[in-house]
């Protein structure tokens, strides 16, 4: 197995985690960072429509993030 295939499956295995975790701010982290490995996956195997995807899942995460911490901070 290659170090990208491995990559993918580590992101799609954290981002399961992250779907059964009970702390958002947790499991938005796990998203961020699950989501992160497979876009470098998707990246390497070049299939751009799982790239967009990947950016959006990952931006989505990050905002959802950080609108808990700002919310926690009040």
Do not use: C, P, T
């Not at 009970?22 to 799982?50: C, M, N, P, R, T």
């Not at 905002?63 to 009040?74: A, E, G, I, Q, T």
């Amino acid at each position: 197995m290659d170090i990208y295939k491995f990559v993918g499956i580590l992101g799609l295995s954290i981002i399961s985690v992250g779907v059964f975790w009970q702390k958002k701010y947790v499991e938005d982290l796990l998203y961020v960072l699950g989501g992160i490995a497979l876009f470098i996956y998707s990246y390497h195997i070049k299939e751009w429509i799982f790239v967009v995807l990947q950016v959006i899942f990952v931006i989505s995460a990050l905002s959802h993030l950080f609108r808990l911490l700002k919310n926690k901070k009040d």
